[in-house]
């Protein structure tokens, strides 16, 4: 199985509110309706959006197991998955 990355609901939830300001719904470039997410440290995370004019980072905190890298994820459709859970 691959490492995980584990945030709590709400600190994704404010994280991916902030982010989503920077990110365009429908973009060009698809890459750029995306969040980063990093690893920081075991217990931290970096993510990071951007769309070419202004870039947002925000850290929270995580647990990361150790070898996890991370990954690219569209932060809408990855704030419309999490709404749903329970808090």
């Keep these: 199985p691959m490492?995980?990355?584990t945030?709590?609901?709400?600190?994704?939830?404010?994280?991916l509110a902030e982010l989503a300001?920077?990110?365009?719904?429908?973009?060009?470039?698809?890459i750029l309706s995306c969040v980063a997410i990093r690893p920081t440290g075991a217990s931290a995370v970096c993510?990071?959006?951007?769309?070419?004019d202004l870039e947002m980072s925000i850290a929270a905190d995580a647990e990361?197991?150790?070898?996890?890298?991370?990954?690219?994820?569209?932060?809408?459709?990855l704030a419309a998955l999490i709404k749903p859970l329970p808090k």
């Design 47 to 52: 993510m990071v959006a951007t769309d070419l």
């Design 21 to 30: 300001r920077v990110v365009e719904r429908r973009n060009s470039i698809p």
């Design 3 to 5: 490492p995980a990355i």
């Design 64 to 77: 990361c197991e150790e070898g996890a890298t991370g990954g690219v994820v569209p932060v809408h459709m």
């Design 7 to 15: 945030i709590a609901r709400d600190v994704l939830a404010t994280a």
